[in-house]
């Protein structure tokens, strides 16, 4: 993970100079970014309290990629893991999948599904 | 939700019975029919049934009926010549589908096998019967026949009947089917074309000979869809029959108590959405009752009122008019349905009154006030009580309450009158029937008939029978081209056998040449239109009776058009009776439209159209109009339009002739007609505007239906006869008394005043001299008119006071003005680049200039209109010999400022400045300041400019706007043509770019006003160069139409591309975040909101000329100004009459391409939370040229503040210190580059390299989105061109879930490529870093992170190895914590 900053090579202050993280693979082939943005908390600087300043998802995983399917995993600190289920192929609703995962078979219809358990 | 609907998936599958027998074929199925016992199930084999003749006997149980099915729905069809009859009981067929023939007995299915066996207790459910129509058109025949007792009719399909007779009939013609309790319910009645003809009848119940016997009927939960065979879509004709919940969808005609008592019609739905002739219930006869029931948009008159009580005929026989007696006409709500009709019908032999009836609480809107209640007779036999109207009805003098009232959708998204807080609205069923829940589901309700230019473009080239192969070759809906000058010649005559367009190429004039006896041939299922081509008869047979287009010389059982524009027909003479166009009997044309076309040396006819003799009220088309046209030298006559008869059941024909030239007409000896234009039973005749030249007179025999004709505006020279024969009223306005110079444009407006004449004649022959002598007078175009309006001044003047908001802001602009007057006008020498003085100066001018117009106008002060005047004489002094702006900077250099962007934004507020002053002037001050400074300014930008004005881009439209607003104010056509056209020739070659990089010429060759509402806008009102530009460029849209709706309302140009100017408004208020600022997409400078001028004058306009969405009103509320205008004063008056709704947002997509398909963008807001969660993704095309390399990006909000950001533009538009304004190298060297968005970047490089030709030609795909559900939002894109070899595909969900403070957005985003490559995803976040689990290793000194492709520009602080599987980072950004993983 690179941290950069706006403004290299801008002699006349033309640019802003904002903040960016940048997620770099080098030499991949196929690959999957997954990633999770959740807003959470509030501070104030008046009365200098931070409210639930940590965040609420305690993992997340990639538990299968492949051309046809792809199903992340995210695990809240508390309560049921939520498994979205991808099909990458064909976004017809009517479509049903099955894909087995650990000896697991899940269906379902349509191009995306959200299983909690 | 989703494991749910799987489940209900594998539930679906049990349906077959006890004893199922497959058959194969006819002999199977006739043994099956003998072995049925109650219970068997007999099962149609998939295929196609060829002339199977099928006969379900047997008789059931109600527990087992005998069942006849297929083996799966919408795999078995019969054709040809099948049909089936059903005799017995509890007999139940579905899903039989009749297509691809027609029957050859009477009934297509019938419930009886013979005039004494019939089925009772049975029904048919899910069958289908689709265009099966007899290729004869007036060969009769029904669909469905129902006899017997007790049958049910429901979920079955009709669909495109086009020869005569009743799609479905209730017979009660013997003792058997009499009190028959059938039930017709949730059937889909599908579209059925104008028969031209009685027999069009989409329902019958009964004959008139059975009229007096019980039927018991109920119709209930159907749709009728564009029902449109004849005057009678329903025809009741036998007693107590129940007509309940239905619904007319855009139907033609009335539901008609024709005959029998006793009716219930309830809680029905007329839908007429001002479609013409759209009616609604027509009453005759005793004891009916007529409530609930709602219409919208009816615009019939005479007998398709939306609400029609007939007189009857004293003692009637049976098949005519029984008198209304105890009708009770309750609690019904018409809105916006123009006629109310009572009495009708009355005349000598229809004499008898409605008697002891009543009309009772029911409602009627109109928004624009006309009269509604026509009284033919003698109306004491009907008591009124509790009605109301928002209008007065003087007609009645009791019984009605005028009531201010305003429309509000019902629950249901009906539009209904509001009475106080009050919705008046007639009880309805809870479940309206709709497309989707009427017929059988399984079978396709999309529209068959196939548009005009829905296919694909073909070009032709010159040559024999170029044009014969492409019309051979061609498929519907597609457009032939013809793209060279010169001879196209046909030696074989086409077919012409579905929709076609066959025209010129832009300033091409190809010339076609035939040698057989027509040019064309419209068949069966043909339709037409042509344009730009000359038609030369010159090479046809030398022997009589040829023609260029000809109708099929057999039935036509399918409708036809034809559309001729801007076509020449010359030299159609090398024998005599050469005619036109010819048509033939049994065809039958819905629309014959010859605009802007010129016809000279015909030796026959250009239309006759009158091949139906047999006087039984059949005729040839509907609506004939002619606009624009040019004729001479015709020995035939123009027109001859016959239908005779004295039948009542249809609605035509119609004529509208307006602005036609005639000369030397309809003298050579063949002419049978002794006239130029000949009418026998036409019923609306329209003829205005035109000049008669030495031609034979105008005839017309006027019998039947009260038809409304109306002469008006014509100059007759020479040709000094009208001639009226038969028994009908008609007027005669206005003729000439100088001969026009302009034959063809309204200015012809000096005329001649003969006193109108309005007769009622017996049976006489009357001819009308011409005076000449009277009194004359000029008809100008009034001023102000074009953005504010007379209307809109009288309106403000009115109503200020009352309307605090407007008031307050009128103040404001007055002392801005006040303080601008006093401190003097300045009109310098135009050298400054944008920020410097002499722009600044212009620019603030041009708003003064707009501002002083409309204060004269509401202030009526002329201080005011004298600081217009001087200031416009001192543009007027220099303008001149002023030489192109001295800054160098453009590709299209301005006169007062650097660009001609800005001289066009000059323009267009000068010319609302003038147009508000334009009566205030003398006509020699008007004339200076025309031809000194208007006209040559209008040039300049548009014939002087070509590469600025002839383009599809937002500088065009302003430069158009700019060219069209000026001509409007000065009526200057040229000027109005050019804007929205174009320029014919620009010499510009294909290559040329502007400054930014963007090309010149459109592909198409495409320009004007109306090329660029096509082109940039989306079906959902999308600009593909994104929100920024589209504010910018909303306001010259928004303004020229708005003008071109007031001047020329004939355009209908609010309606253009389905209404996308004002859709676009909506999409451009979704594109803002929670402070109403704009998604920064593309090239766009932060900040910008809809607190814009720009805005406050699209959402006015919106209010106002849009459908008064309530929710405007509060954003105009937000943005504290309105424009002084009369969408200004609409504005304040509701926000002052308390109507102001919250705007509500919603997550959407908003598609990109002039067509949508061209990816698109998606917003998602959180359901409840709407206004917390933004997020915007993008997967649209690139934009032109402020376009950004950003392919899948998205940005996030929360609460109006970015979280992840799109850095926007690099600019500092207005600030002179930074580039005068201007873009900054930056913006290409950053801004538009991909690493500065939060999408993918491959090995350092931007999408498409950068390379804006390469990205022009691409866009992403939208993959599947789903908004639906409030808990999880989705959307998923892919781009496959982006990178060579590289696939991308983004799926984002927005997850609610209460575990969570806000929703959660989700990312995945998979990239294939076969082959190793470096990836970057960057993430512009804002704010400041709390805690990250990987360990960054700062850098003790910053170099750059590359060397290009925006990576120049980026410092490289800290670097990090991934150390965990799973990686952190955790933000603070204005109180909130953010956490990426």
Redesign the interface.
């Known amino acids: 993970m690179l941290f950069t900053q706006l403004g290299a090579n801008d002699p006349e202050f033309n640019l802003r100079n904002d903040p960016s993280f940048i997620l770099r693979r080098k030499a991949t082939e196929s690959t999957l970014f997954f990633s999770v943005v959740e807003a959470h908390g509030s501070y104030s600087p008046v009365s200098e309290i931070a409210k639930n300043a940590s965040s609420s998802i305690r993992e997340i995983k990639t538990l299968l990629d492949n051309e046809n399917y792809t199903v992340v995993q995210i695990s809240p600190t508390k309560g049921q893991v939520l498994m979205v289920c991808l099909s990458n192929q064909n976004a017809d609703p009517k479509e049903s999948h099955q894909i087995n995962l650990k000896g697991k078979s899940y269906q379902w219809v349509g191009p995306y599904i959200i299983f909690k358990s | 939700m ?2 749910l ?2 489940f209900f ?1 594998l539930t679906a599958s049990f349906s077959f019975a006890q004893e199922s027998i497959k058959v194969n074929d006819i002999q199977e199925f006739n043994s099956a029919v003998v072995n049925a016992k109650p219970g068997t199930t007999i099962v149609l084999a998939n295929g196609v049934w060829k002339n199977a003749e099928l006969l379900l006997e047997g008789n059931g149980t109600p527990k087992a009926p005998i069942i006849l099915t297929v083996e799966e729905k919408g795999k078995v069809s019969l054709e040809g010549q099948s049909y089936l009859r059903l005799s017995g009981s509890y007999l139940h067929v579905e899903g039989l589908v009749f297509k691809n023939g027609f029957t050859p007995t009477n009934e297509v299915i019938s419930f009886r096998k013979n005039k004494n066996e019939f089925a009772n207790n049975s029904r048919l459910t899910e069958c289908v019967i689709d265009n099966y129509s007899n290729p004869e058109r007036h060969e009769q025949d029904s669909w469905v026949a129902i006899y017997g007792k007790n049958n049910r009719i429901d979920h079955n399909h009709f669909e495109g009947k086009g020869n005569r007779g009743v799609t479905l009939i209730v017979r009660l013609n013997s003792k058997a089917s009499i009190e028959n309790n059938h039930i017709i319910e949730a059937n889909y009645f599908g579209p059925r074309q104008n028969l031209g003809s009685n027999g069009g009848e989409t329902l019958r119940i009964g004959t008139s000979h059975f009229s007096m016997e019980k039927s018991k009927t109920i119709v209930q939960g159907n749709y009728f869809d564009r029902c449109d065979g004849e005057h009678e879509i329903i025809s009741n004709k036998s007693d107590q029959n129940i007509y309940r919940n239905n619904v007319f969808y855009e139907c033609i005609g009335t539901l008609t108590m024709r005959h029998g008592d006793e009716t219930l019609v309830e809680q029905n739905v007329f839908l007429g959405n001002r479609k013409r002739n759209t009616g609604g219930i027509r009453v005759i006869n005793g004891q009916q009752t007529v409530k609930n029931n709602y219409g919208y948009g009816l615009i019939g008159y005479r007998f398709r009122g939306a609400l029609v009580v007939m007189n009857g005929v004293p003692n009637s026989p049976l098949n005519r008019y029984f008198q209304v007696e105890d009708a009770v006409i309750e609690d019904n709500v018409f809105v916006n349905s123009d006629h109310i009709q009572l009495c009708a019908g009355s005349d000598a032999e229809r004499s008898a009154v409605p008697i002891n009836s009543s009309f009772k609480r029911n409602t009627f809107y109109l928004e624009k006030p006309s009269k509604l209640v026509t009284i033919y007779d003698d109306i004491t036999g009907i008591s009124f009580d509790d009605n109301r109207a928002n209008i007065a009805i003087p007609e009645i003098e009791s019984g009605f309450e005028k009531q201010d009232m305003t429309l509000v959708k019902n629950s249901q998204g009906l539009l209904m009158p509001k009475v106080g807080k009050k919705i008046i609205q007639p009880n309805l069923s809870k479940q309206l029937p709709t497309k989707s829940n009427t017929g059988a589901a399984w079978y396709s309700k999309a529209d068959k008939r196939i548009a005009f230019e829905s296919g694909k473009d073909v070009s032709v080239k010159k040559g024999m029978n170029t044009l014969f192969d492409a019309i051979a070759t061609s498929q519907p809906g597609d457009i032939i081209e013809l793209v060279e000058d010169g001879e196209y010649v046909l030696t074989k005559l086409p077919q012409i056998q579905h929709p076609l367009t066959i025209r010129a190429k832009k300033s091409v004039n190809p010339i076609l040449l035939w040698e057989k006896k027509a040019a064309f041939d419209i068949v069966n299922g043909g339709e037409l239109a042509l344009e730009g081509i000359t038609f030369d008869g010159e090479e046809a047979p030398d022997g009589s009776g040829n023609a260029v287009i000809r109708t099929s010389k057999y039935s036509m059982n399918k409708n036809y058009s034809l559309y001729i524009n801007r076509c020449h027909f010359k030299n159609l003479d090398v024998n005599h009776s050469f005619d036109v166009v010819k048509v033939f009997k049994n065809t039958f044309a819905d629309v014959i439209q010859i605009t802007n076309s010129t016809f000279s040396n015909i030796t026959g006819h250009v239309m006759a159209l009158d091949k139906e003799t047999d006087d039984v009220g059949i005729y040839n088309v509907e609506y004939l109009t002619l606009h624009n046209n040019l004729f001479e030298d015709i020995q035939g006559a123009v027109v001859s339009l016959h239908r005779g008869g004295k039948d009542e059941s249809t609605f035509g024909p119609f004529l509208d002739l307006n602005h036609c030239t005639f000369k030397n007409i309809g003298f050579g000896s063949r002419n049978k007609y002794k006239a130029a234009i000949q009418l026998y039973g036409v019923q609306d005749i329209q003829i205005k505007n035109s000049v008669f030249e030495n031609t034979q007179p105008i005839t017309m025999h006027l019998v039947v239906g009260e038809p409304i004709v109306n002469l008006d505006h014509l100059w007759l020279e020479n040709s000094n006869q009208i001639k009226v024969t038969g028994d009908q009223t008609y007027h005669i306005g206005t003729l000439l008394i100088q001969k026009p110079t302009h034959y063809n444009r309204q200015e012809m407006m000096v005329f001649l005043w003969v006193n109108s004449i309005t007769t009622n004649m017996k049976q006489s022959t009357f001819t009308i001299l011409l005076a000449t002598f009277c009194v004359s007078f000029l008809q100008a175009q009034q001023h102000p008119s074009l953005i504010l309006t007379q209307k809109g001044v009288e309106e403000i003047r009115s109503n200020r006071k009352s309307s605090p908001f407007f008031e307050q802001h009128l103040m404001a602009v007055k002392a801005e003005l006040d303080a601008e007057i006093a401190s003097g006008i300045d009109v310098p020498l135009p050298k400054d680049m944008a920020g410097g003085y002499t722009h600044e100066r212009h620019k603030r001018n041009f708003f003064m200039l707009q501002k002083a117009g409309v204060l004269y106008q509401i202030l009526e002060d002329e201080k005011y209109a004298n600081y217009v005047k001087e200031m416009f004489f001192a543009y007027a002094d220099m303008y001149p010999s002023l030489p192109i702006h001295p800054q160098p900077r453009s590709y299209a250099r301005g006169k007062l400022f650097w660009q001609c962007l800005n001289d066009s934004n000059w323009l267009v507020y000068a010319s609302q400045a003038y147009d508000c002053i334009y009566d205030f002037l003398s006509k020699k001050e008007r004339k200076h300041l025309e031809t000194q400074l208007f006209r040559p300014f209008a040039d300049y930008l548009s014939v002087g400019n070509p590469q600025f004005f002839n383009r599809i881009h937002n500088h065009s439209t302003w430069g158009n706007a700019a060219v069209g607003m000026i001509g409007l104010v000065m009526n200057d056509q040229e000027l109005i043509d050019r804007a929205l056209y174009g320029l014919k020739e620009d010499g510009i070659s294909f290559q040329a770019k502007d400054n930014d990089g963007g090309f010149i010429k459109d592909k198409g060759g495409a320009a004007g006003f109306l090329a660029n509402i096509e082109a940039p806008f989306s079906p959902d009102g999308y600009y593909t160069e994104a929100p920024y530009y589209q504010r910018y460029a909303m306001y010259p849209y928004l303004l020229f139409a708005v003008g071109l709706n007031n001047v020329r309302p004939d355009l209908g140009i609010f309606d253009y591309k389905d209404g996308v100017l004002l859709k676009a408004v909506d999409a451009l208020l979704n594109l803002t975040d929670s402070d109403g600022e704009f998604y920064p997409l593309n090239d766009a400078q932060k900040g910008m909101s809809y607190f814009s001028r720009e805005l406050v004058s699209a959402v006015d306009i919106a209010y106002h000329y849009g459908d008064q969405n309530p929710g405007l009103l509060s954003i105009a509320k937000k943005q504290g100004k309105i424009t002084l205008d009369d969408a200004g004063i609409a504005v304040a008056k509701a926000i002052s009459e308390g109507k102001s709704q919250p705007f509500q947002k919603s997550s959407r997509l908003l598609s990109d391409g002039p067509k949508g398909k061209q990816g698109g963008i998606a917003i998602l807001r959180e359901g409840s939370r709407e206004e917390e ?1 933004n997020v915007v993704a993008k997967y649209s095309a690139q934009g032109n040229s402020h376009g950004h390399y950003d392919k899948l990006s998205y940005s ?1 909000y ?1 609460k109006g503040n970015e ?3 799109d ?1 926007g533009l ?1 600019r500092f538009v207005n600030i002179d210190q ?1 580039n005068g304004g201007g873009y ?3 913006n290409k060297t ?1 801004a538009k580059q991909t690493v500065a968005h939060n999408t ?1 970047v491959v090995n350092e490089k931007s999408h498409f390299n950068a390379n804006y030709s390469v990205g022009s030609k691409f866009h992403s795909d939208l ?2 989105s ?1 908004l639906s559900n409030s808990e ?1 939002q ?1 959307i ?1 894109a892919k781009e496959n061109n982006a990178y060579a070899g590289t696939q991308m ?1 983004r ?1 984002l ?1 927005l ?1 609610n ?1 209460p ?4 929703p ?23 704010g400041q ?2 805690s990250s689990t ?1 360990t ?1 290793q700062k850098k003790a000194t ?4 590359g060397s290009g492709h925006g990576y ?9 190895q ?1 150390e965990k ?6 933000w ?1 950004n204005a ?7």
Do not use: C
């Open positions: 989703k494991k609907s799987l998936f969660i996030m929360l979280v992840l950001q850095y690099a930074k900054l190298k930056e950053w993918l993959y599947f789903d999880i989705v998923s595909h799926t969900f997850l879930d575990r969570f403070d806000y959660i957005l989700i990312d995945v985003f998979k990239v294939t490529a076969k082959q190793q490559q470096n990836y970057d995803l960057p993430y512009h976040y804002l870093v709390m990987i960054p910053l170099s750059a992170l120049q520009h980026l410092w490289l602080r800290a670097q990090g991934n599987a799973v990686n952190q980072l955790s603070l109180g909130t914590f953010y956490f990426n993983l």
